[in-house]
């Protein structure tokens, strides 16, 4: 791992085009904390010219794993698994304190397990607790902000008459989004159903692995990876509304590559995994006849534009929504700050990009803001809610299965 990690930084030919793109070298101005920077620190790490070091490990905590430098980068460089290999090694020389290791740890598992999340939020907004526990926020950020709770979606989702199927799909329910985000889930098997698929949902299928990777425990992540391959065995297509899980579940054949018993089949899941965007464009998306009047923006989850490269997807169907105006954000590929568990863990830059975003937001004057992932829903709506604005936010899903309501 080490040789095929070193392999991959020495393609960095050290040019800068990607700093511009990279919102943490936007924000502090720092090589550092940029993709080139933090390449070379990984690079010297690996040549012993430094040490693998609570500095190096800082640079690579404060890395939102956008993966806009790999969008940026004429030579192809891989950060993203360049960033999640030099992780899990800084992870094995234990350079956190064990209660930093406990919180991180603890937060992983909490978000990861949707009965113990779906019952600690009903906890917290029943005791009015909005915030994280100080116990757990106090190490896992040096930051002195807390950071917010997400609130679970609630509402219902009506049932409609569907035509009869011709194609069987998985969907996979996803751990914090099963939890936390019900009204998407149901509102993307409802847009399925509508384009002729029989819906399974696999009961032994769990999380995806992709926090725990993205945070160094990737024995964690392989340990789910593997699960879940288990548990859509059918040679059918896996569909996400979930761009962080989707570019997990499509990097499979990577994580798993040196594990004889599972490299290949990890390859194969991966060949069948469709954001539900992707999918409903390839498959032949039938729009609503009844015209929805209003200004939808479209803003580009980081693991769907930057990680899976799926950009006009998402923009074309909520086009062809009869009324619907679709303005392009300023900075709409640009992170939101949410970036899985980067808002919990680096509060402080994920606000400052949050309020960067919302004024981008707030100048094109939507009615609607559309996104193709949780966190980043979760975390623009908060941002909505703090400025007490009238602009809805909702994934693309959503969106799309609201317009056929009115038909
Ligand atoms: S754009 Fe690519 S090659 Fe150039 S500095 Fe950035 S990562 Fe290295
Ligand atoms: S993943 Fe994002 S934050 Fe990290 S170096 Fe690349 S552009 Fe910067």
Request: charged share 25%; aromatic share 6%; glycine share 6%.
């Amino acid at each position: 791992m080490r040789n095929d990690l070193y392999d991959r930084t020495v393609k960095c030919i050290r040019c800068g085009f990607c700093l511009e793109a990279c919102p943490t070298f936007v924000l502090t101005g720092q090589e550092t904390e940029s993709p080139r920077g933090r390449i070379y620190l990984v690079r010297s790490a690996i040549e012993n010219q430094i040490g693998w070091s609570e500095e190096v490990q800082a640079h690579l905590d404060s890395c939102l794993g956008c993966r806009a430098c790999e969008t940026a980068c004429p030579s192809g460089v891989q950060y993203g698994s360049i960033l999640e290999m030099a992780r899990e090694s800084l992870e094995s020389k234990r350079l956190r304190t064990w209660k930093q290791r406990w919180a991180r740890k603890t937060l992983i598992k909490t978000l990861t397990r949707p009965n113990r999340l779906r019952m600690q939020t009903a906890v917290a907004l029943k005791l009015g607790i909005k915030k994280t526990p100080f116990a757990l926020s106090r190490h896992l950020s040096s930051d002195e902000q807390e950071a917010t709770l997400p609130i679970p979606e609630t509402g219902k989702w009506p049932q409609s008459e569907y035509p009869k199927p011709t194609r069987q799909v998985y969907f996979l329910q996803g751990c914090a989004m099963r939890a936390l985000f019900k009204t998407t889930n149901a509102a993307t098997v409802d847009l399925l159903r509508r384009h002729r698929c029989e819906v399974i949902i696999s009961r032994s299928a769990g999380c995806c692995g992709a926090l725990a990777t993205h945070v160094g425990l990737a024995d964690e992540g392989r340990k789910l990876a593997r699960s879940l391959i288990d548990s859509m065995p059918k040679d059918i297509p896996v569909i996400t509304n979930s761009a962080g899980c989707g570019s997990a579940m499509k990097e499979y054949g990577h994580l798993l590559e040196n594990d004889r018993h599972y490299a290949e089949k990890a390859v194969r899941f991966a060949n069948r995994v469709k954001d539900i965007s992707e999918f409903l464009y390839e498959s032949g998306f039938v729009p609503p006849k009844a015209s929805t009047p209003m200004r939808v923006a479209y803003h580009d989850a980081c693991h769907l534009a930057h990680g899976q490269g799926v950009r006009s997807q998402p923009r074309e169907l909520l086009a062809l929504l009869p009324g619907i105006d679709l303005i392009e954000l300023e900075e709409a590929d640009r992170c939101c700050g949410s970036a899985g568990v980067y808002n919990l863990t680096q509060p402080k830059l994920a606000r400052e990009l949050l309020e960067r975003k919302w004024n981008f937001i707030e100048e094109a004057k939507p009615d609607v803001v559309a996104t193709g992932n949780p966190g980043c829903l979760a975390w623009i709506a908060q941002a909505a809610k703090e400025h007490r604005s009238a602009i809805q936010v909702k994934h693309t899903a959503v969106v799309l299965a609201e317009a056929y309501l009115k038909d």
